[in-house]
T-cell receptor, first 111, second 113 residues
Framework: GENVEQHPSTLSVQEGDSAVIKCTYS??????FPWYKQELGKRPQLIID?????GEKKDQRIAVTLNKTAKHFSLHITETQPEDSAVYFC??????????FGAGTTVTVRA | EAGVVQSPRYKIIEKKQPVAFWCNPI?????LYWYLQNLGQGPELLIR????????DSQLPKDRFSAERLKGVDSTLKIQPAELGDSAVYLC???????????FGPGTRLTVT
């Protein structure tokens, strides 16, 4: 099955700086890559996703890039704010519904 | 619109006891998922329903876990008997169709003592 690795496991950034989280996947047939944000004790929420026919997608301060050749994709958060502090999960899917998640990155934004 | 509802939010049981979790998906969502989330890990799919049919239960430990979605709406996940290693958060998610965004519920945190 699909194997997704996520790095780093923890990330501390100064407020206003950028944060980058990277994920690699094993199955070249994967075609859907969502990113979820999970605040402490709350449900995972989709923040951005990208499909394999697109190389980059942006939504305000967050962006995702996909490199199909290298089989990796990244989440970029610019101008980080305290409310960006959370655990972020990447995922990959071959057929749009069976998501394989990474282990998560705990992001802490220091004021 | 109301989100995915799960109950109970927390459950503490002794090992070998049975436990059940309930999920009410977003109205109109035909696809329902149960995930297991261990501490410090991403969610892992246990079972996926399309309406009342379990179309992917390959990751469900069938010796002790069972699930049902009798009328294609609410779903129940059961563990009998529970083991210490079952302590985790059980998440339910739903989507309008398989290829659409999955909306997660708040989860049930199970502690087996």
């Amino acid at each position: 099955g699909e194997n997704v690795e996520q790095h780093p496991s923890t990330l501390s950034v100064q407020e206003g700086d950028s944060a980058v989280i990277k994920c690699t996947y094993s199955d070249s047939a994967s075609n859907y890559f969502p990113w979820y944000k999970q605040e402490l004790g709350k449900r995972p929420q989709l923040i951005i996703d990208i499909r394999s026919n697109v190389g980059e997608k942006k939504d305000q301060r967050i962006a995702v890039t996909l490199n199909k050749t290298a089989k990796h994709f990244s989440l970029h958060i610019t101008e980080t704010q305290p409310e960006d502090s959370a655990v972020y999960f990447c995922a990959a899917s071959i057929n749009d519904y069976k998501l394989s998640f990474g282990a998560g990155t705990t992001v802490t934004v220091r004021a | 619109e109301a989100g995915v509802v799960q109950s109970p939010r927390y459950k503490i049981i002794e090992k070998k006891q049975p436990v059940a979790f309930w999920c009410n998906p977003i109205s109109g969502h035909n696809t329902l998922y149960w995930y297991l989330q261990n501490l410090g890990q991403g969610p892992e799919l246990l079972i996926r329903y399309e309406n009342e049919e379990a179309v992917d239960d390959s990751q469900l430990p069938k010796d002790r876990f069972s699930a049902e979605r009798l009328k294609g709406v609410d779903s129940t996940l059961k563990i009998q008997p529970a083991e210490l290693g079952d302590s985790a958060v059980y998440l339910c998610a739903s989507s309008p169709q398989p290829a659409y965004e999955q909306y997660f519920g708040p989860g049930t945190r199970l502690t087996v003592t």
